[in-house]
C-alpha cells in the first residue's frame, strides 16, 4: 500500500515539473515569436563616440525607433561582455570587476549596478548573432548615454573619461611617449664628470651709445668660468655719466654634489629662491631640489 501511495506521488510530482517547465518553454517561445514576427529592417548607421570612435554597425529599425547591438557596442567599448547563446545569457563586468551585469533571456531579466529591470518584448530584438536592445535603455540600465540622430543616421555618445577604451588609449599614449624619450636619450652619451679647481670660461662683453637724452655710453659685462669644481657667474654694467655702480654687479658660484643622496646642489651669490614668495636674495643656498624638473 505504501509503495503504490509513493508511486503515485512520485509520479504526480513528476507530472507537475514537466508542467511547469512546457509553460516556461511556451512563454518563452511566445515572447520569442512576438519578437521575431515584428516587422524590423536591417540599417546600417555610424556608431560614434567622442575624439574616440567611428564605426559603421547594423541595427534594427521597426520604423519607430532602432535596437542597437549590444555585444558590438560593447566591445567597441571595449567593455567586457561574455554571450552564451545556449543558456542566452548576457553576462560581464562593466567599468570595474566589483560592477558586474547580467541578462538572462530566459527570465527576460536584466541585473546591473543599481539596475534590476524586467524586460518586455518591445524593449529587444533577439538575433542569432546579437542581443538588440531599444536605444534608450543603454542609458537606463548601464548609463551610456546613446542618442541617435535619424537624419544624420548616427548614435552618438559624448566622451567618457571612465570608458575602458579611453583608458587604454591614454595609457598607450604615455608608453609611446616614454619610449620615445628613451630612445631620443639612447643616442646621448653621458660623459664623466671631471674635478678642476680653476679653468677658462667665457667674457661677453656690449658696448652701447646713444645720441638722445644727452647722450652716454654703456657697456655690460658677463663673466664665466669654473671655480673649485663649480661654475662661477658674475655680470655687471656701467655707464661714462655715472660711472660704475658695484651695486650692479651680481654674481654666483654653484656647486652640483653628484653622487649625495641628500643635496643635490649648493649656491653662494645672487640667486632667487623659490616657492610662492620667492625673490632675490645674496647668500648662501643648499637644496635637494633636481637640476630637471621632475616629470614623474
Known amino acids: 500500500?505504501?509503495?503504490?501511495?509513493?508511486?503515485?506521488?512520485?509520479?504526480?510530482?513528476?507530472?507537475?515539473?514537466?508542467?511547469?517547465?512546457?509553460?516556461?518553454?511556451?512563454?518563452?517561445?511566445?515572447?520569442?515569436?512576438?519578437?521575431?514576427?515584428?516587422?524590423?529592417?536591417?540599417?546600417?548607421?555610424?556608431?560614434?563616440?567622442?575624439?574616440?570612435?567611428?564605426?559603421?554597425?547594423?541595427?534594427?529599425?521597426?520604423?519607430?525607433?532602432?535596437?542597437?547591438?549590444?555585444?558590438?557596442?560593447?566591445?567597441?567599448?571595449?567593455?567586457?561582455?561574455?554571450?552564451?547563446?545556449?543558456?542566452?545569457?548576457?553576462?560581464?563586468?562593466?567599468?570595474?570587476?566589483?560592477?558586474?551585469?547580467?541578462i538572462d533571456m530566459v527570465k527576460m531579466r536584466v541585473q546591473a549596478p543599481n539596475v534590476d529591470y524586467k524586460l518586455t518584448p518591445a524593449d529587444y530584438i533577439l538575433k542569432e548573432d546579437d542581443?538588440?536592445?531599444?536605444?534608450?535603455?543603454?542609458?537606463?540600465?548601464?548609463?551610456?548615454p546613446i542618442v541617435f540622430d535619424f537624419n544624420l543616421l548616427r548614435v552618438f555618445m559624448r566622451l567618457d573619461k571612465e570608458l575602458p577604451i579611453y583608458k587604454r588609449l591614454k595609457r598607450q599614449i604615455r608608453h609611446e611617449k616614454l619610449i620615445r624619450e628613451k630612445r631620443e636619450l639612447g643616442a646621448v652619451s653621458q660623459l664623466p664628470r671631471h674635478w678642476q679647481s680653476f679653468t677658462g670660461g667665457v667674457v661677453d662683453w656690449t658696448i652701447s651709445t646713444s645720441p638722445f637724452g644727452g647722450g652716454g655710453q654703456f657697456a655690460q659685462l658677463n663673466l664665466g668660468g669654473v671655480v673649485l669644481g663649480g661654475?662661477?657667474?658674475?655680470?655687471?654694467?656701467?655707464?661714462?655719466?655715472?660711472?660704475?655702480?658695484?651695486?650692479?654687479?651680481?654674481?654666483?658660484?654653484?656647486?652640483?654634489?653628484?653622487?649625495?643622496?641628500?643635496?643635490?646642489?649648493?649656491?653662494?651669490g645672487d640667486f632667487f629662491s623659490s616657492g610662492a614668495l620667492a625673490r632675490s636674495l645674496r647668500g648662501a643656498s643648499l637644496t635637494n631640489s633636481p637640476i630637471r624638473r621632475r616629470k614623474y
Open 131 to 144: 542581443l538588440y536592445l531599444r536605444v534608450d535603455l543603454f542609458n537606463r540600465l548601464f548609463a551610456l
Open 1 to 102: 500500500m505504501r509503495n503504490r501511495r509513493y508511486t503515485y506521488l512520485t509520479s504526480i510530482t513528476i507530472i507537475a515539473a514537466c508542467a511547469v517547465i512546457l509553460g516556461f518553454e511556451k512563454a518563452s517561445a511566445q515572447t520569442q515569436e512576438l519578437t521575431s514576427s515584428r516587422a524590423v529592417e536591417v540599417i546600417v548607421i555610424s556608431f560614434e563616440v567622442q575624439k574616440l570612435i567611428k564605426e559603421d554597425i547594423l541595427v534594427q529599425y521597426d520604423g519607430d525607433t532602432i535596437y542597437v547591438p549590444l555585444t558590438r557596442v560593447f566591445r567597441l567599448l571595449e567593455i567586457d561582455i561574455t554571450p552564451d547563446r545556449e543558456k542566452r545569457i548576457f553576462s560581464g563586468q562593466f567599468l570595474s570587476r566589483k560592477n558586474t551585469f547580467k
Open 231 to 268: 661654475d662661477i657667474e658674475i655680470r655687471g654694467s656701467g655707464n661714462t655719466r655715472s660711472g660704475i655702480d658695484p651695486r650692479q654687479f651680481t654674481g654666483r658660484w654653484r656647486y652640483f654634489f653628484e653622487d649625495s643622496r641628500f643635496f643635490e646642489s649648493a649656491i653662494i
